[in-house]
């Protein structure tokens, strides 16, 4: 639902000027930055014949070291063509895709026998803002794929932006306020818009939808004729689960009302107030997030993504901490494809005060 309403400056896109990149091991892969400085490194086959979910599995610690030097890595040239292939990978490197519950996003499962889903099954027309997968979650993944079965004819491209580069960006002022006080995320589902409470928590049967909101920690509202209102409060910086440093991660900015287009979201509040609206954010205490602070976040965001074409068979791997991502609108068929692994507890990894990192 949450697309971005201004333009978007211009995203610095990959150099045509091609550099030979570091070899991997055996000489089986090299290695090589996308752009000069930042995400995604691109690993590609030296060779015919290479199995990326085969290599990686041989390869693990490297590709995890990679990872958490980069933030992303970009696949490229190895050939997956399956679906099942795809899947090889994520066990691979993660040890299996998890389900998506809790969703905010429609997504399609692909298969029933994998936990592989449509990247967002939004209208070709619409651009979704920088987030981190699950962000607003008490419970999210630590790695994120994705896999292009079939490039878009024009745009669709998948821009990704390093939450190190966007934590030192942030106005100090702005990260302590967060910080200090923590984000209120309210969703209301099924009022004529957003997702159903059924198809948010997979089941649609009440109590077992209490039953994991109070596990995770959200508080659960059961409005007149069976509607749902959920609220819980998050933390707008969080450590890394594996090196301990301080990342900003969280829907602060994706779900609030100020990321809607304009003529949405006044449709929207033309209807219902800010705490009905189908997701919203606040400050921990319930307080509104200042406009001018919205906007400063949602420039930040936006000066850190860098963007580059898909191409069929890419394999892209997100440590979902480190590296945001958000999408283009496109024209013609574009099937991406997208996978989550690695649960993770974002109270355990909290930064629990505004002091500087």
């Not at 390093?162 to 200090?180: F, G, M, N, Q, S």
């Not at 049967?205 to 909101?213: K, L």
């Amino acid at each position: 639902m949450v697309v971005s309403q201004l333009a978007t400056p211009s995203i610095p896109r990959p150099s045509r000027t091609a550099r030979r990149g570091s070899p991997g091991p055996g000489g089986m892969v090299e290695f090589e930055p996308l752009f000069a400085d930042g995400l995604p490194l691109v690993c590609r086959p030296t060779m015919p014949g290479v199995s990326l979910p085969d290599w990686a599995l041989a390869n693990r610690a490297l590709v995890e070291a990679k990872l958490l030097q980069h933030a992303a890595i970009l696949f490229r040239g190895f050939g997956v063509g399956s679906l099942e292939e795809f899947n090889r990978c994520v066990d691979a490197i993660s040890g299996g895709a998890l389900e998506y519950l809790f969703r905010a996003s429609p997504r399609t499962q692909i298969t029933r026998n994998l936990n592989i889903y449509s990247s967002t099954d939004y209208p070709a027309p619409e651009r979704i803002f920088p987030h981190n997968e699950h962000s607003y979650s008490p419970v999210f993944p630590l790695h994120l794929y994705f896999y292009c079965d079939t490039p878009s004819l024009t745009g669709g491209e998948t821009p990704l932006g390093d939450t190190r580069k966007l934590l030192a960006r942030i106005d100090p002022a702005v990260r302590e306020a967060l910080t200090r006080r923590k984000i209120m995320y309210v969703r209301n589902y099924g009022d004529g818009m957003g997702l159903p409470w059924q198809t948010a928590f997979q089941t649609d049967r009440p109590d077992e939808v209490e039953a994991y909101c109070r596990k995770i920690g959200i508080e659960v509202e059961w409005k007149p004729d069976g509607r749902l209102r959920t609220r819980q409060v998050g933390p707008a910086q969080i450590r890394h689960p594996r090196t301990g440093e301080p990342v900003w991660f969280n829907h602060a900015t994706f779900f609030n009302a100020l990321t809607l287009p304009e003529s949405l979201r006044d449709a929207l509040l033309a209807e219902f107030g800010p705490e009905d609206l189908p997701q919203n954010t606040f400050y921990g205490d319930g307080a509104p997030i200042e406009p001018e602070t919205v906007a400063h976040l949602q420039d930040a965001y936006r000066e850190v993504m860098v963007e580059f074409p898909w191409q069929r068979g890419d394999v892209v791997l997100l440590d979902n901490v480190l590296a945001v991502h958000a999408r283009n609108a496109f024209t013609g068929p574009r099937k991406v494809m997208t996978a989550m692994a690695i649960a993770q507890r974002a109270a355990e990894l909290a930064v629990e005060d505004g002091a500087p990192a």
